[in-house]
């Protein structure tokens, strides 16, 4: 992870926290400052804030290891100052098996939740002794126990892309085609969103800011979701690339360059001695040109470890493929011999004839 530092590790999932989070605390420290408040106050809010994302982790967790249950692997779990986001290889397509992975992140939030209030009825806290709002070791508890409630009833909202949208996507695709189920959690959720932005346009511009998040989340997902619904049932074989453009691996970007300006193609197989070893894209010559010249060789910027995808594969499995590992292109093998690429792009047109055709 760029501009993230690596927290540890459990259970092979790695955490990070990215680098906007020390704005967060720097923001906390310097408006709380500006309003006279005392140093020892403002630490207790850090200790808090801190405990807090330390529940978000937990909340990530949740998700992860439901999801290694079900043999899906998370890449990594990154902190933003927003929230965290587990990212998880792919997503479960049994309705079953992705509402445990979706409820199982609030279901945490629920359980410290519980676990705090034990403890604060245990020690006897008496919330009439609160007398005014402010975080210390005597109210810290109280505090986190209550945003562990509010976590765990936020996501779950019925709002894509949010866990309360997916269980109810979850519920939707036990009865209805997974296309259809997720165009009418999108929907709720577009709906959902429409109103946050138009109540925190009044109230709070944070409100306006996760609106905003939803809104296009659920737009994302459910073309996603259609996308990969019109690919099922095809085969990597029938969105097949023969023709492509060649580059050999010793030629200069400028020659990639001119191919690049003179035709369609926005990606090249690079080949040596005639036989296909890697694929150059039009960012990669981009990156070449800024950090060298004209005359970089191809072979200095080409990407030689291109995804290989058979032929018989599922065409909709070969694309998700494609899009967890970030690959534009891939290669097709037959036999263990390269036949063709496969690209994004071209996947993107396949799926727009297929659904003209589909009336
Ligand atoms: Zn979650």
Redesign the pocket.
């Known amino acids: 992870m760029k501009f993230s530092l690596f927290l540890g590790k459990y259970k092979n999932v790695k955490v990070f926290i990215h680098w906007t989070f020390s704005l967060l605390l720097l923001w906390i420290i310097i408006s709380n400052l500006r309003q006279g408040m005392p140093w020892i106050d403002i630490f207790w809010i850090i200790i808090f804030v801190l405990a807090l994302f330390f529940c978000v982790v937990l909340?990530?967790f949740?998700?992860a290891l439901a999801a290694q249950k079900y043999g899906i692997q998370t890449k990594d779990i990154v902190l933003y100052p927003i929230?965290?986001i587990?990212r998880l290889e792919k997503l479960p397509e049994d309705p079953k098996q992705e509402l445990w992975v979706?409820i199982?992140?609030?279901l945490v939030n629920i359980g410290l939740f519980i676990i705090l209030s034990t403890i604060l009825s245990i020690t006897g806290f008496d919330l009439e002794n609160l007398e005014e709002i402010k975080i210390n070791p005597n109210t810290i508890i109280l505090y986190l126990a209550s945003a562990n409630l509010v976590l765990a009833l936020f996501?779950l909202l019925p709002a894509f892309p949010?866990?309360g949208g997916r269980v109810l996507r979850a519920f939707l695709a036990i009865r209805l085609p997974r296309a259809k189920a997720t165009q009418i959690a999108g929907g709720i959720g577009q709906f959902l969103a429409i109103f946050f932005i138009f109540f925190g346009l009044f109230n709070n511009p944070i409100l306006v800011l996760i609106g905003l998040f939803i809104f296009l989340g659920a737009g994302a997902e459910v073309s996603h979701t259609q996308q990969e619904s019109f690919l099922k049932g095809y085969k990597v074989n029938d969105a097949l690339m023969l023709k492509f453009q060649i580059i050999s691996f010793d030629a200069p970007l400028s020659k990639a360059v001119e191919k690049l300006l003179n035709s369609q193609a926005t990606h090249f197989v690079v080949v040596k001695d005639d036989v296909a070893i890697g694929t150059l894209s039009r960012n990669e010559i981009i990156k070449g040109l800024q950090e060298g010249n004209e005359s970089t060789l191809v072979e200095k910027v080409a990407d030689f470890n291109p995804l290989k995808i058979e032929t018989q594969q599922d065409l909709d499995e070969a694309w998700r493929n494609m899009m967890s590992k970030n690959k534009k292109v891939a290669f097709v093998i037959e036999n263990g011999h390269f036949l063709g690429i496969l690209d994004q792009e071209n996947i993107s047109e396949f799926v727009m004839v297929k659904s003209a055709l589909t009336k």
């Open positions: 909340h990530e949740g998700h929230g965290g587990a979706a199982a992140g609030p996501n949010m866990d």
